[in-house]
């Protein structure tokens, strides 16, 4: 490691598999480049710190060892015959690789990690290691990996002051004091955790551009800025950064910027050829704009495609894309105004734009129409514009989930988005084809992800939020990997291969989703925190304001009506399987029922519970549940070394409390507005 921050999964804890055996001695490769020199210094160091042996790196020389040895080579060198019989080298992509044991009685087996590229050797050799972590045996590793989604991005919401907007494990690992960070330790091993899940691309500062972060296209920070996206590269990553749409205005003095001003234009072409002088890799621009209080093309009475459509032109002489974000929704709603529905606001947007944007142009799509709760519909933008790119977004950073205070393992509710059942072209037309872009053809696409990372020294304040880092990032390397064996890779690296770590963690880790929403707002009506930090309950922190985010309850029933029939119409933007499920009670999942329809109190849940007695009995489950999570990670004292047992104990213990707080003030709100009284006669206040 480059720093003394934790090493997450990359820990190469000593492996008995490992020890005392005579491992690979040399580390072959026909040519150096720095993700070579990267994907080299990584084997070396994680098999030293497994084995005790530490294998010589020779470059460019023979393969004839005395003894086992790795080879790293690229599809375009000769490589034995055994490699090309049954495994496809010709199908490798440009970030694909080939894994194979090769048996050779004189010399004792070669491990083969073959790439189309570079790139493919660096996370040839990442999976590597990942498999020793796990002791697989080496004779037995014989595979074939291309990622699913061309793109696997990470955003940062960082400040250049070093604060992180909606950060909940310290201060930016990029930014301090206006500048970018000097040491670089910390950035290295970033990039090296970021390659080892098969990261492609970042964007450093916050979706919000304040003023500060407007200038980091500017010639005093470019230079800085060049420094990291050259560690980036090494590693595989092209660095993007979020711009101000208002850039011209602001650091050019234009007196518009209007996306048709050919003035602008101009401005933008000459910013795109400045920033690729310093940063020939440069990935692109992430842009936030007409979207809560940011500026946009709305002020010029343009659309979101000619805004789009100018930055991209001034990016594509260089291979450079935009991402352009759709979370774009009024946020001055008067909470009267029954008829207006934010969760409409995306699709309304975007959805008559489909076909006007550039080819280099992608449009960035939350998860979920509202804003990242623990439990919402999926967006019915995803998939609806078969002529525009599009990415998903996910967010990693626990905003409303728990802030790494609380665990909660979110890889389970990802699963279900990518799982989901678009119907776009009939059956089988799931959110992960559609961003992988096997649905429409698509030239540019992917996931990406607001990350949760900080400069505490665990990276993610609760350590067991490294989970939900690790695990995006398989997932966006591949949406088909199952939770069970994201989880079972993910601990045995962490905390190593002892059956009951591994059986009691994986218990925790799938529950946890579960546990927060069950003691925190109930049905999918979503919300329910404090304004602004949104942490801890308060039901109606939002009922009154210009957010959008009502749950409408009065002494009868609660929950949002959506339907077509008689409610805002949003479950008409979703295909007819969906729609149809969404409109009628009787299909409407139970989950959901309140983000779709207002129902009285005694409404009954398929499950056979009234709305009511649902709510009791989830807010008394969930706390108990917390509860459950500590003894179980009790058991585990002794397993795990104490400094990371004792930092996960506390978290948890103030989580206990704190679900308290949460299932009294849910209960007792409902029991004062409804009237009824719980079945079971526990304590409401
Ligand atoms: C949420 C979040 C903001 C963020 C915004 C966004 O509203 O609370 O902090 O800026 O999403 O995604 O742009």
Not at 3 to 12: I, K
Not at 350 to 365: E, M, S, T
Request: glycine share 8%; with cysteine.
């Amino acid at each position: 490691p480059y720093s003394a921050a934790d090493r997450g999964w990359l820990r190469y804890e000593p492996r008995d598999s490992l020890q005392g055996l005579p491992v690979w001695s040399r580390i072959f490769v026909s040519e150096w480049s720095d993700t070579v020199e990267a994907a080299v210094r990584e084997l070396r160091y994680g098999i030293r710190e497994m084995s005790g042996q530490s294998p010589d790196i020779v470059v460019g020389g023979e393969s004839l060892a005395q003894g086992a040895f790795i080879r790293c080579a690229t599809v375009r060198e000769s490589l034995p015959n055994e490699l090309h019989s049954d495994l496809p080298l010709q199908d490798l992509n440009e970030e694909g690789y080939l894994l194979k044991h090769v048996a050779d009685k004189e010399n004792g087996g070669c491990l083969y990690i073959v790439g189309r590229t570079d790139k493919g050797i660096l996370y040839g050799a990442f999976h590597l290691l990942r498999l020793l972590q796990m002791e697989v045996p080496a004779e037995r590793i014989d595979l074939v990996e291309n990622p699913r989604n061309p793109l696997r991005m990470m955003n940062h919401w960082d400040n250049m002051d070093g604060s992180i907007e909606r950060g909940y494990a310290g201060r930016s690992i990029f930014f301090k004091d206006q500048r970018l960070i000097e040491d670089d330790g910390r950035i290295r091993d970033y990039a090296r955790l970021m390659a080892s899940i098969g990261i492609n691309g970042i964007s450093i500062n916050n979706v919000n551009v304040h003023e500060a972060e407007t200038r980091l296209i500017t010639a005093e920070y470019l230079p800085q800025v060049a420094r990291v996206a050259g560690i980036f590269s090494a590693h595989g990553i092209r660095l993007f950064l979020s711009i101000n749409y208002a850039s011209p205005m602001q650091l050019g003095g234009l007196a518009t910027a209007d996306p048709l001003d050919s003035g602008v234009r101009q401005w933008w072409k000459e910013k795109a050829e400045e920033i690729y002088r310093y940063i020939p890799d440069f990935g692109g621009f992430v842009v936030k704009a007409d979207s809560e209080h940011r500026p946009g093309p709305f002020t010029y009475n343009r659309t979101h495609a000619d805004g789009s459509n100018m930055l991209a032109e001034a990016l594509a002489p260089y291979g450079g894309v935009v991402i352009w974000r759709c979370f774009v929704y009024n946020c001055m709603q008067d909470w009267r105004d029954r008829a207006t529905d934010r969760a409409r606001a995306a699709y309304d947007h975007f959805k008559p734009l489909d076909g006007q944007f550039r080819d280099n142009v992608i449009l960035q799509i939350k998860n979920g129409p509202m804003d990242f709760q623990v439990r919402e519909a999926v967006s019915p933008l995803l998939g609806a514009m078969p002529q525009t790119n599009q990415m998903l977004e996910f967010q990693i950073t626990q905003e409303y989930t728990g802030q790494q205070k609380h665990l909660c393992y979110l890889v389970p509710q990802w699963k279900d988005v990518l799982d989901f059942d678009t119907y776009a072209r009939g059956e089988g037309s799931t959110i992960q084809r559609v961003a992988s872009g096997e649905l429409y053809d698509y030239k540019h696409c992917g996931i990406t992800a607001v990350i949760n990372v900080g400069d505490d020294e665990n990276w993610t304040g609760h350590t067991l939020a490294q989970a939900n880092l690790y695990g995006y990032g398989r997932l966006a390397w591949n949406p088909d990997l199952s939770e069970a064996e994201i989880t079972e890779e993910w601990i045995k690296q962490t905390f190593g291969t002892h059956a009951a770590v591994v059986e009691q963690l994986t218990t925790m880790l799938a529950e946890s989703w579960r546990i927060y929403e069950n003691y925190t707002s109930p049905l999918g009506v979503g919300w329910m925190v404090n304004p602004g930090h949104h942490y801890g309950p308060n039901v109606d922190g939002y009922e009154y304001s210009v957010w959008g985010t009502y749950h409408f309850a009065d002494c009868h029933g609660m929950g949002v009506n959506r339907t077509v029939k008689d409610g805002t119409g949003y479950t008409g933007q979703y295909f007819a399987e969906n729609a149809e499920r969404y409109e009628s009670l009787d299909s409407c999942p139970d989950e959901l029922l309140l983000f779709f329809h207002h129902v009285p109190y005694t409404h009954r849940l398929h499950s056979g519970k009234t709305v009511i007695q649902h709510i009791y009995d989830s807010h008394f489950e969930g706390a108990d549940g917390v509860e459950a999570l500590i003894e179980r990670w009790r058991l585990l004292e002794g397993l795990v070394d104490p400094k990371r047992h004792e930092a996960v104990m506390g978290r948890l213990r103030h989580q206990a409390e704190h679900s308290k707080e949460w299932r009294d003030i849910i209960n007792t709100y409902f029991y004062r507005k409804s009237g009824i009284g719980d079945e079971l006669k526990r304590m409401i206040y």
